[in-house]
């Protein structure tokens, strides 16, 4: 317990300034710090104390209250950051699981549907981050928000050239706008997770906090064009399996590659990570482990469970049955990944 006693003489704060354990950890759950969590406690002063000490206690109790209000919008920005990248890391890693389909063997209308599909989910995302990029390039604006607001505008102009190219026949347009969509892509991805830990610019989370970004685009990007080209075979009957058998590989690579990265990030970050890090890890296992065991298994075992369903659909083969087993998978998948940037948000913790 943190002593209730008397403050020290020359202390501001009174007794009922200090916080027990319960507390204290009660507001850091929260995702407050000490220093947020004072402005909590009502600042009451002594009756002993002079009319100056009083004066200068309530300046310091409106000054609090103030910082207060700076630390919540921060914590707002960041917890809406946390959940507006999901619409980033589909349309991202949609376009990458496009990319591994025989661009021959499938129609361009397929193209087109699906792409407007990712391409509504990346202008969601922008639109959604477009007041938080407005208000930290205004309040504190840095060459790292700068890069970032540029990354991810040039990846949704680039994505827009590219939609606007499959009603054209220039096929060298079509191509430099897909790759450069890529390009950009992924390097605001990795920008936008750089705002999301506290450590030096070479350190572990510098590499585990881009690269779970990235793992993550490529499952919700693959089981989302999967769940589309499934749909696309009911409009297509005579397709060979080629294409959908190629999104299903990548989807499970990207599946198998997440749970395995998991694993391997998890135990690096708690024996090699930074302070804050190990000490999110320790509140993430003390009071979030629910959470942490509910997105494992919706996220990742249910999902390669389903993979292995529509493996042996795909084998019969029946791909109307493969395509409502990949919509349970996208469902899994999606839920899984909102569980993790709610844990994104709640501890700053890729997952």
């Known amino acids: 317990m943190w002593p209730r006693g008397p403050a020290p003489r020359h202390s501001h704060l009174n007794a009922d300034y200090l916080w027990s354990e319960e507390e204290l950890r009660h507001y850091v759950d929260r995702g407050l710090g000490?220093?947020?969590?004072?402005?909590?406690?009502?600042?009451?002063p002594s009756p002993l104390s002079s009319p100056a000490s009083r004066g200068r206690r309530k300046e310091r109790g409106e000054l609090v209250t103030r910082s207060l209000s700076h630390v919540n919008s921060a914590s707002m920005q960041n917890f809406s950051s946390s959940f507006l990248i999901f619409f980033y890391q589909t349309a991202l890693g949609g376009l990458l699981a496009l990319s591994v389909t025989p661009f021959q063997e499938l129609e361009r209308g397929f193209y087109k549907s699906t792409g407007g599909v990712l391409f509504v989910m990346a202008l969601l995302g922008l639109w959604g981050k477009s007041s938080l990029y407005w208000q930290a390039i205004t309040e504190n604006f840095t060459s790292t928000t700068f890069a970032e607001v540029f990354f991810q505008l040039g990846f949704v102009i680039s994505f827009a050239c590219y939609m606007v190219s499959l009603w054209g026949e220039k096929q060298r347009f079509r191509a430099r706008s897909f790759s450069s969509s890529i390009l950009l892509g992924l390097a605001g991805l990795v920008l936008s997770a750089h705002n999301f830990?506290?450590?030096?610019?070479?350190?572990?989370?510098?590499?585990?906090?881009?690269?779970?970004?990235?793992?993550?685009?490529?499952?919700?990007?693959?089981?989302?064009?999967?769940?589309?080209?499934g749909h696309w075979y009911l409009i297509d009957t005579?397709?060979?399996?080629?294409?959908?058998?190629?999104?299903?590989?990548?989807?499970?690579?990207?599946?198998?590659?997440?749970?395995?990265?998991?694993?391997?990030?998890?135990?690096?970050?708690?024996?090699?990570?930074?302070?804050?890090?190990?000490?999110?890890?320790?509140?993430?296992?003390?009071?979030?482990?629910?959470?942490?065991?509910?997105?494992?298994?919706?996220?990742?075992?249910?999902?390669?469970?389903?993979?292995?369903m529509i493996w042996r659909t795909l084998l019969i083969p029946h791909t109307m049955a493969a395509t409502g087993l990949f919509y349970i998978a996208l469902l899994g998948v999606f839920v899984g990944e909102i569980l993790g940037r709610q844990i994104l948000a709640l501890t700053s913790l890729p997952c």
Do not use: D
């Open 34 to 44: 000490l220093t947020s969590a004072i402005a909590f406690k009502k600042f009451e």
């Open 197 to 229: 830990y506290i450590a030096p610019t070479f350190s572990l989370e510098s590499i585990v906090y881009p690269m779970s970004f990235l793992i993550s685009a490529l499952l919700l990007g693959s089981v989302t064009v999967g769940m589309l080209i």
């Open 238 to 308: 005579g397709q060979s399996l080629n294409p959908f058998i190629r999104v299903y590989k990548f989807f499970v690579v990207a599946l198998i590659a997440q749970s395995v990265f998991l694993c391997l990030s998890s135990t690096g970050l708690y024996f090699f990570g930074s302070a804050p890090t190990v000490a999110a890890m320790e509140r993430l296992w003390l009071s979030h482990s629910t959470l942490l065991t509910t997105r494992i298994l919706v996220g990742q075992v249910a999902p390669l469970i389903l993979s292995w």
